[in-house]
T-cell receptor, first 112, second 113 residues
Framework: ETGVTQSPTHLIKTRGQQVTLRCSSQ?????VSWYQQALGQGPQFIFQ???????GRGNFPPRFSGLQFPNYSSELNVNALELDDSALYLC???????????FGPGTRLLVL | QQQVKQSPQSLIVQKGGIPIINCAYE??????FPWYQQFPGKGPALLIA?????SEKKEGRFTISFNKSAKQFSLHIMDSQPGDSATYFC????????????FGTGTKLQVIP
């Protein structure tokens, strides 16, 4: 069991809107990473947060932003939604000094 | 340099068979290689992982073989069962605080009873 939870499970938005996805990390984990998984593909790294600061970023535009809170939970915000943003968004938590990341069940976002 | 190549894209085996999934990488900075199993509608779950100083690792019916010089690694599933039907991803990451995991493209495995 991973202990990582995400909300909501599903979401439908229209192009141009903004969305906020939420993640609660596994107990004891201080690092949260976000991934985008398009249908039939592997997850792509968006960014990682440690101690409330962005600790690394993948090849995603600035309209993808995030937050980490003192309790290590996290949010992913996407502005000006595009059709190609439709995907499963995964949150993974870990301890900074350890490589293993534990994934939540994901939020499936559909942009119409 | 960050890419992880995975093959085959899909695989069908009969129950009891030994499916083999292969992966290759280029970035020698990678030093941790996990495999994830993902069922439809679920997030990836860690299956087994290996470091490059080990040539083989077994956990239950799952075995990773690692060839550091060739920069290749593979997953073998012994005595495969219908419940193993899922998508499998190889992945790689570097040590340290920046824990970006680079995933392969996935292999959809179907185990036929």
């Amino acid at each position: 069991e991973t202990g990582v939870t995400q909300s909501p499970t599903h979401l439908i938005k229209t192009r141009g809107q903004q969305v906020t996805l939420r993640c609660s990390s596994q107990s004891g984990h201080n690092t949260v990473s976000w991934y985008q998984q398009a249908l039939g593909q592997g997850p792509q790294f968006i960014f990682q947060y440690y101690r409330e600061e962005e600790n690394g970023r993948g090849n995603f535009p600035p309209r993808f932003s995030g937050l980490q809170f003192p309790n290590y939970s996290s949010e992913l915000n996407v502005n000006a939604l595009e059709l190609d943003d439709s995907a499963l968004y995964l949150c993974a938590s870990s301890e900074l000094a350890r490589e293993t990341q534990y994934f939540g069940p994901g939020t499936r976002l559909l942009v119409l | 340099q960050q890419q992880v190549k995975q093959s085959p894209q899909s695989l069908i085996v009969q129950k009891g068979g030994i499916p083999i999934i292969n992966c290759a990488y280029e970035n020698t900075a990678f030093d941790y290689f996990p495999w994830y199993q993902q069922f439809p509608g679920k997030g990836p779950a860690l299956l087994i992982a290996i470091r490059p100083d080990v040539s083989e690792k077994k956990e239950g019916r799952f075995t990773i073989s690692f060839n550091k010089s060739a920069k290749q690694f593979s997953l073998h599933i012994m005595d495969s069962q219908p419940g193993d039907s899922a998508t499998y991803f190889c992945a790689a990451s570097g040590a340290g605080g920046y824990q970006k995991v680079t995933f392969g493209t996935g292999t959809k495995l179907q185990v036929i009873p």
